[in-house]
């Protein structure tokens, strides 16, 4: 047995093997062996006397050299060291005279039973006071592990021996941050840069301001300034002056016009007075080309609103047909819930990666857990006879034992709705020998028995061995196939396989440790039962997978309520917990959700009216127009969702849970600038109903289209991003916006134009058969248009104000750059639940108790590597011959710095152990039988009809390796064979699904294979991608090694671990926010350029505002702990488009107007566009978001109640604060073919006027 454990380590299997040739042969034995009891002969005939036990002094220094030449040896198939299983009973705590000490344990050893033929008792000579007379110690020349015993041989590998390891060169420092103070370099930098450009600006700003109070006070329309006398006698005769106190200030290129003095004067005088100056040769290509395509919008517009008006109900019928027809195919859609599917692109590395595992192995286990911990209990102690004091955690007690026991036997007992057993779907590796499930739980060192778990046997100390030494014993010799102090009960369990304690166990870990080595498992705080399930994929499969887990599921949430003692504390899951709470989520908030959209809708519908007296209140009120809107809303988002139905896109959850909220944000703005206007404006002499419709759309559709067609291109190119989730996002909202669009100039404006009908009418809104009293009242702008106008827009644009909103927003957007980039990235898994699942407590359970990390297998492709050649297998195995920078060894070099890989403990090593299993060297012969025929023979079974194996081997590198002809014939043997107490390295549990291999002209061909390891225990999303990115780094230095020190060459090897599909997004997360920010910027940015002919100014102040809410929420994102994952892009991507809204009105409504001055233009705009904006989309939304944060989701609280309350709140300020601001400094100037068209226009106006008095 030591031979199969060590063999792969020559010098450690030569110095360890000297103890017994010499014990055995020595003609001076008697220098060092004094033998003990002697048995006298049994009878006459027998004249030999039998040794009972002997004493065998070895000096110190063989003692130590021994031991260190053999305890870094690997034990692959446990991914443990060797001496761990051989030094019995201290396991991890092993030294080197309890090694040698564990040696002389016989099988009659009434404390600790061993292999020993008789007892045989280890002393230990340092120096002469430790030598009995006549005495001699035992001290043989060793060999250090790193020398090779013969010149032959080899020195043992770097993963046996770390003296054999090369020196590594010292790892690069992780990088730090650079720092001015406490202060990031770069924030500092921005800082200063930002304090200079505030405190300059501001100083200019109000020195030229309080300089220009010397000259006589003037009234404007955008409050109360000062203009010097000097500036009042030079006015020029120049069309549309572009400054105005504030532009004084910073430019002294333009003069004020006279016309500022009249605080409301209309377009005619301004045009009237200038445009006698204006001649074609002054106005630019631009400026025609503006006006050109104004006046072309103006008119599409206008006609089309005159013929929806007229044909009205016409085009609801067919508007409303068209898309129920399209909506009605929303059967067709497929939602996809599955993660992998959402997050991970078909073409990503990750999702490679694993279609390529799950096809090439098996998929991962599906994987049932329980995690059980003590809640309010102590830890206990016992002392033995001789005063020794043992501490053992609160999991230890028996009432506890026995509890996790019942609840086990409940869990094995399960049958599901569909009769599904366990046995029918869970993980067998040991079949067919055991037939039994691989369930993993300190109870399987009891094999599942009550009567074993309360055994107790005396010891001739005096004391009684019970579980409690049985589970210090199997803590510390997993592998044991016996305790003899315990009834000869094995440490394995009841499958056939060994159930390690850091797996079983938790909270054990002290402060700081990252991996279990020698850790104190006595002391854990908590049990883990985990119940792996085949993972197949096929719909039977998991039909009962399924099925099983969801009486699991029941029986666990019955045993947590009703059955769970006071003491203990659990959480747990099955493979289908996070589909199933991701759908009784997105239910349980149904009522939520459905409350914020009522608030909405009722806000719309009521709001739209326009109050002018309690008798026509109901004549007045827009109720039936404001739920046509809506429905105009919800018809755009089915549409939408049938018509990808139709042609067969997936659907995901967020699609239905974001896109409504979009397409109400953009829909009701335009809706209310729709109606508004209207109700401002209005009707002109000799103009019909159908002509006053179609001149309203004329005049807010091309802002309409402006808005509508950015956020359409915004989206639609948004979907060239890979994930999945964000790409049918922004397909679905693309189209959305485009129907909403569509119907708003058809459907809403026929029946805008019905309710005008009703309105002018007398009619009653809803009860529309009933007339009201006949009244006429003047049109009237409504309260906040009022307040806008007289109080708000003279304010903010006031030449005191202005200068410090633009520092206050510079300071702002400062502090924000200066912390995005700080902003998490990931999401914990915690915060994907609802608050009241109990996969809350399991996720804290999992970081507060596991003790190892999630399996990861480093995958050799199939690249045309032939693995049963000798000079490949060098390049892949890790016991001596092997190169030392071969797989295995770097595997395992990553292991020594799992505080920088994640990587916790060496590899699993087919190669290696069919070394050993094949042939352990010497006089064993392996683990390899064959019958008569040649056929293979299990070595666990009687081997009287099967003879050992006779392979062949070549020699190099000073290592035997098999020859192909004996890797062809047995490697298929060793891939069936179970391990057993003769032969632990039998290969069929630990590597049958490992090497992918067939048979090609009766050779075997290793098409791929994988080495498996353990990442460390991972605590949250940063700690899953950087181990997932330092995983990437291993192997890519492993494929370098393959490709003879190229990285690119046919060889290919990479990590794979369940979690890696669903967190790799976040390795490139910031990458994919820019550039879907930027590809959703620039389509924006065209957009507003073509449709706004050209004006680069005003397309460039929509970007410029457009970045700053968006880095503006970046920062609230870190300031109120939004972390950075695809949910927050898929928002932050939506909050580029509703800022279009913010923008887009009041930045086309200032190009177009045709005041006198900046500041006046931007006031006109503002009180105009900006409340609507505010009555439409803010106030909307804001009733809407508020109920969000009483939701039950996180994802809810989190990513829609703080995000959408931010993206709204962030817009509106600078839409409606900053923005109107910006252009009164830096707004594009009065389009002078533009004013002449409306001088041109308000001229025919007037003619009318005069020719129609009345």
């Not at 209309?266 to 007075?273: C, E, F, I, N, P």
């Not at 200038?274 to 919008?297: C, M, P, Q, Y």
């Not at 098999?962 to 630990?990: A, I, V």
């Not at 397309?1099 to 968006?1110: E, Q």
Request: charged share 15%; glycine share 6%; proline share 5%.
């Amino acid at each position: 047995m030591a031979a199969a454990m060590v063999n792969r380590c020559p010098s450690c299997f030569r110095n360890m093997r000297l103890n017994w040739c010499y014990m055995a042969c020595d003609p001076a034995q008697s220098n060092y062996l004094v033998p003990g009891e002697l048995i006298p002969p049994s009878n006459e005939t027998d004249n030999n006397t039998l040794i009972k036990d002997l004493d065998l002094y070895v000096s110190d220094a063989y003692a130590v050299g021994m031991y260190n030449s053999c305890k870094d040896v690997t034990n692959p198939n446990t991914n443990s060291k060797a001496i761990y299983l051989m030094c019995m009973p201290w396991s991890s705590l092993c030294n080197p005279y309890r090694l040698l000490s564990s040696f002389g344990l016989s099988s009659d050893n009434p404390v600790t039973p061993g292999f020993a033929p008789f007892e045989i008792h280890y002393h230990f000579v340092k120096d002469e006071s430790d030598r009995p007379e006549n005495i001699i110690e035992f001290n043989p020349e060793l060999i250090p592990c790193n020398q090779a015993i013969t010149a032959e041989a080899s020195a043992c590998s770097c993963v046996d021996c770390e003296a054999s390891c090369p020196v590594p060169p010292p790892l690069p420092p992780i990088p730090l941050p650079w720092k001015v103070g406490r202060l990031d370099g770069y924030a500092f930098i921005l800082i200063i840069i930002s304090a200079s450009f505030c405190t300059t600006f501001l100083v200019i700003s109000y020195y030229f301001l309080i300089t220009r109070q010397r000259g006589v006070p003037i009234f404007h329309g955008n409050g109360v300034g000062f203009i010097s006398i000097r500036r009042l006698a030079g006015v020029g005769n120049r069309v549309a002056p572009e400054d105005d106190d504030a532009t004084q200030i910073l430019s002294e290129s333009d003069s004020l016009n006279q016309f500022v003095n009249e605080p409301h004067a209309v377009l005619h005088h301004t045009v009237s007075s200038s445009s006698s100056v204006t001649t074609d040769d002054d106005i630019t290509f631009r400026e025609k080309l503006g006006a050109n395509l104004e006046k072309f919008f103006e008119t599409v517009f206008s006609s089309w609103g005159e013929v929806c008006a007229r044909y009205a109900i016409f085009v609801l019928i067919i508007g409303v047909a068209l898309s129920v027809a399209l909506s009605c195919c929303v059967v067709y859609v497929k939602v996809t819930i599955d993660p992998v599917e959402l997050w991970a692109a078909p073409e990503s590395r990750s999702r490679v990666e694993k279609d390529y595992f799950d096809s090439n192995f098996a998929p991962f286990f599906r994987t049932e857990q329980v995690i059980i911990a003590a809640k309010n209990l102590e830890p206990f102690n016992r002392t033995t006879s001789d005063g020794v004091v043992n501490w053992y955690g609160p999991v230890f007690r028996k009432e506890f034992m026995y509890e996790v026991l019942k609840l086990q036997k409940k869990i094995e007992k399960v049958v599901g709705d569909a009769g599904t057993k366990l046995g029918d779907i869970c993980f067998k590796p040991m079949a067919p020998d055991f037939d039994t499930c691989a369930v993993q739980s300190p109870l399987g060192w009891f094999q599942g028995s009550e009567e074993i778990l309360n055994s107790e046997f005396p010891l001739a100390t005096g004391d009684v061995y019970d579980y409690l030494n049985h589970i210090e014993y199997c803590t510390t010799n997993p592998t044991s196939p016996s305790d003899g102090n315990f009834g000869s009960a094995s440490c394995m369990a009841s499958y056939g396989g060994p159930v390690f304690p850091y797996v079983v166990l938790g909270g054990f870990l002290g402060e700081g440790q990252i991996t279990a080595d020698n850790a104190q498992f006595m002391n854990a705080t908590a049990i883990v039962i985990t119940v792996p399930v085949n993972n197949f994929k096929t719909e039977d499969h998991d039909f009962k997978a399924t099925d099983w887990e969801g009486k699991f599921l029941a029986l666990m949430s019955n045993w947590t309520a009703n059955e769970k003692p006071e003491y203990m504390e659990v959480g747990y899951a099955a493979e289908r917990s996070i589909k199933d709470e991701l759908d009784r989520q997105s239910k349980s908030d149904v009522l939520t959700i459905l409350i914020s959209y009522s608030i909405m809708f009722l806000y719309i519908a009521f709001s739209l009216g326009q109050f002018r007296s309690f008798s026509t209140l109901l004549i007045d009120s827009k109720f039936t127009l404001g739920i046509g809107g809506i429905i105009i809303v919800g018809l755009s988002v089915c549409t939408s969702i049938g018509f990808y139905g139709l042609i067969g896109v997936s659907s995901t959850l967020i699609i239905m849970e974001v896109i409504p909220f979009l397409v109400l944000a953009v829909g009701v703005d335009n809706i209310f600038i729709l109606v508004q206007t209207y109700q401002r404006e209005a009707r002109r002499p000799v103009e019909s109903h159908e002509q006053h419709i179609g001149r309203i759309l004329g005049e807010v559709g091309p802002s309409m289209l402006l808005s509508s067609i950015s956020e359409t291109c915004c989206f639609f190119l948004g979907a060239l991003s890979d994930m999945p989730a964000v790409k049918a996002f922004a397909l679905y909202a693309g189209l959305a916006l485009f129907f909403n669009f569509c119907l708003q100039i058809t459907c809403f404006v026929a029946l805008f134009s019905l309710d005008t009908r009703r309105q002018e009418s007398n009619r009653l809104d809803i009860l529309c058969c009933f007339r009201g009293a006949k009244k006429d009242y003047p049109k009237n702008e409504g309260i906040l248009y009022r307040v806008f106008d007289l109080i708000y827009a003279p304010f903010i644009l006031s030449n005191w104000v202005k200068p410090l909103i633009i520092v206050g927003f510079i300071s702002w957007l400062t502090a924000s750059l200066c912390v995005a980039p700080h902003i998490d990235v990931g999401l914990d898994q915690d915060i994907s639940m609802p608050t009241d699942s109990y996969m809350q407590n399991y996720f804290k359970f999992l970081t507060s108790y596991l003790a190892v990390g999630a399996p990861v297998y480093f995958v050799i492709q199939d690249t045309g590597l032939n693995a049963t050649a000798a000079d490949v297998q060098k390049k892949i195995c890790g016991s001596a011959g092997c190169d030392m920078d071969s797989v295995v060894t770097q595997i395992y070099l990553s292991a020594k710095i799992a505080n920088r890989t994640y990587i916790a403990a060496p590899s699993s090593s087919w190669l290696d152990d069919f070394y050993d299993w094949l042939d352990y060297g010497g006089d064993f012969s392996g683990c390899c039988f064959v019958d008569d025929n040649g056929d293979f023979c299990p070595s666990s079974q009687d081997q009287i009809m099967c003879t050992r194996c006779e392979p062949t081997y070549v020699v190099n590198n000073n290592k035997k390796w098999p020859t192909q002809e004996s890797f062809d014939k047995y490697f298929e043997f060793y891939l069936n064979d179970n391990p057993g107490m003769e032969c632990p390295k039998g290969g069929h549990p630990s590597y049958g699904t490992a090497v992918n291999r067939h048979k090609l002209d009766n050779k075997t061909v290793i098409k791929s294979s994988y080495f498996q390891t353990y990442h460390s225990v991972m605590k949250n999303s940063a700690d899953y991608y950087n181990g997932m990115a330092a995983a990437r780094q291993v192997a890519d230095n492993i494929t370098t090694m393959l490709n003879g020190g190229n990285h690119e060459g046919p060889h290919h090897v990479f990590p794979y671990s369940v979690f890696y599909v669903f967190y790799e997004q976040y390795l490139t997360m910031w990458k994919d926010v820019l550039t879907s920010l930027a590809i959703s910027g620039g389509a924006i940015f065209i957009a507003v350029l073509l449709l706004l002919g050209l004006d680069v100014q005003s397309s460039l102040i929509t970007m410029l505002v457009i970045s700053m809410i968006v880095a503006d929420l970046l920062g609230a994102m870190y300031w109120w702990d939004i972390s950075l994952n695809a949910v927050s892009l898929v928002n932050l991507v939506m909050a580029v488009g509703i800022s279009v809204e913010f923008c887009a009105h009041i930045v086309r409504g200032f190009a177009v107007s045709c005041e006198n001055s900046r500041s006046n233009r931007a006031k006109e705009t503002l009180v105009k566009m900006g409340s609507s904006v505010l009555s439409g989309i803010t106030l909307t939304k804001f009733g809407g978001i508020i109920v969000l944060a009483f939701a039950k989701s996180q994802i809810f609280q989190v990513f829609y109640f703080r995000m959408y309350l931010l993206i709204v709140l962030i817009g509106a300020a600078h839409g409606l604060i900053f923005l109107p601001v910006l252009l009164s400094y830096l707004g594009p100037k009065v389009n002078r073919a533009r004013l002449k068209q409306n001088f041109e226009n308000s001229s025919a106006i007037e003619r009318a006027r005069s020719s129609n008095p009345l």
